[in-house]
């Protein structure tokens, strides 16, 4: 067996043509919807994040701010910037790029971001309204994942799905959103014993560590659906996923290539989210 390819970039590219014509809407309309980012410190791979989310929305017509901070600032700056995003009306997401630095309390700053403007879903009443299986704002990276598993056309109901890595960012949310789909799930993480127990059993495997090849060819079902959310950089400089591509490829029925699988449908679903947020504000024609 030789896997289809998840091509997450295509699948994201035909989202974010659909987002491009609701933002044209919205703006005739007289709203532009507005992300503001923020980000602590100058890690390089959140640079790159950071900077891969802001020129998306310019390209969609959006507006987007990235602000910046060493990561010196003290809590109650970065808690009082949160608070004034809150208020501000041009304002529809507000996303903290994560890691932030020790000093911070990163679950007390997501906790400051607006309900209605948590385009991340990164709050805990958003983590809540996950595991009740209501309506709100989802994590970009699990949503993405989700619609890369519908889009191969299974069936998500009765599969064994297990997820490798428990980070409240992907592990527990997908796990979450693939238990709402009707999937019996197993979390495995790092001090989980023979991991390949678990998935040699699994009809969906989601691996989000960030440890090179992790999953090898005889840990994977024939006929399996492999998502590879990790994305690390070797010492050669090549990119590397959780998964061996080249064997687990021979197994499983779809894998997700690193890059182009995971990675582009993050960005598509944040941006939908983002527009979700700008439509649920009120609307100048509405109050005039
Ligand atoms: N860092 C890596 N991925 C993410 C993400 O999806 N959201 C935030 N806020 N930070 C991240």
Redesign the pocket.
Known sequence: MVAHILDGKKIADSMLRSVKREVATMKRKGVIPKLVVIQVGNDPA?TI?VNRKHKTCIELGMKSEVRRFPSSVSYGRILGEIRELNEDKTVHGI?????LPEHLNHKKVLETVAISKDV?G?HPYNHGRNLLAKSGMR???PTGIITLLESTGAKLEGKNAVVVGRSN?VGKPVAVMLLNKGCTVTICHSKTTDLGRFTKDADIIVCAVGKPNLIKGPMVKKGAIVIDVGISRLKDGKLSGDVDFKEVSKRASWITPVPGGVGPM?IAS?MCNTIAACRDIEWPQKSG
């Open positions: 959140s994040y996303l903290v790029q994560l890691p991340d990164l994590p970009a990276t960012i993050t944040l």
